[in-house]
């Protein structure tokens, strides 16, 4: 299975800050490559995939790239509302597979 | 406005059996594969099952091959995780997702906890 690795699992930014995670497929898996947003007691939602397709409803300041095994999502001015965790999942291959998440929280 | 229901979940004992259902409305739901996802608490993600619209194809996580079985009622819009020969490491919320098979998943349930202990 394609195993995916997210980095860092935590990261402290200050709101109105820059925030850059990273995800790592073990094999390539082309451009077909998802990020969620996770709040504490919701479900997961939709922010991008294909790489760097935002979904309906998702703001500019969500942007992510990447193609192959190297894939980056970018946050460019914090918000109060995106603190949360952040999941990269792969769609390339069975079984999908799933990062660890990276949560992002207020420095 | 999509909307996924799961419903199902409790406390069962090791062993047994347990069946989920996912009430799906607001999309041509048998236009679209589903799939299940489940998150043991304090944890990532998983994605344990997926069937195609038709219902004519299903794909599994190896950790449930064999004692989940995902199955889709199209004329009642739901989905539905029979699960046999439960284990602890099965604890988790079990959300249903919707997406075409090996996609992404564009909208999630809230979930249904289930809970394997003695």
């Known amino acids: 299975e394609i195993v995916m690795t997210q980095s860092p699992a935590t990261l402290s930014v200050s709101p109105g800050e820059r925030a850059t995670l990273s995800c790592r497929a073990s094999?390539?898996?082309?451009?077909?490559l998802a990020w969620y947003q996770q709040k504490p007691g919701q479900a997961p939602r939709l922010l991008i995939y294909?790489?760097?397709t935002r979904a309906t409803g998702i703001p500019a300041r969500f942007s992510g790239s990447g193609s192959g095994t190297e894939f980056t999502l970018t946050i460019s001015s914090l918000q109060s509302e995106d603190f949360a965790v952040y999941y990269c999942?792969?769609?390339?291959?069975?079984?999908?597979?799933f990062g660890g998440g990276t949560k992002v929280e207020i420095k | 406005e999509v909307q996924l229901v799961e419903s199902g979940g409790g406390l069962v004992q090791p062993g047994g059996s347990l069946r989920l259902s996912c009430a799906a409305s607001?999309?041509?739901?048998?236009?679209?594969?589903m799939s299940w996802v489940r998150q043991a608490p304090g944890k990532g993600l998983e994605w344990v099952s997926a069937i195609t619209g038709s219902g004519g194809s299903t794909y599994y996580a190896d950790s449930v091959k064999g004692r989940f079985t995902i199955s889709r009622d199209n004329s009642k819009n739901t989905l539905y995780l029979q699960m046999n020969s439960l284990r602890a490491e099965d604890t988790a919320l079990y959300y249903c997702?919707?997406?075409?098979?090996?996609?992404?998943?564009?909208?999630w349930g809230q979930g249904t906890l289930v809970t394997v202990s003695s």
């Open positions: 094999q390539s898996v082309s451009s077909n």
């Open positions: 997702a919707k997406g075409q098979p090996i996609s992404y998943f564009d909208y």
């Open positions: 999942q792969q769609n390339n291959k069975w079984p999908l597979t």
């Open positions: 607001g999309f041509t739901f048998s236009s679209y594969a």
């Open positions: 294909g790489a760097s």
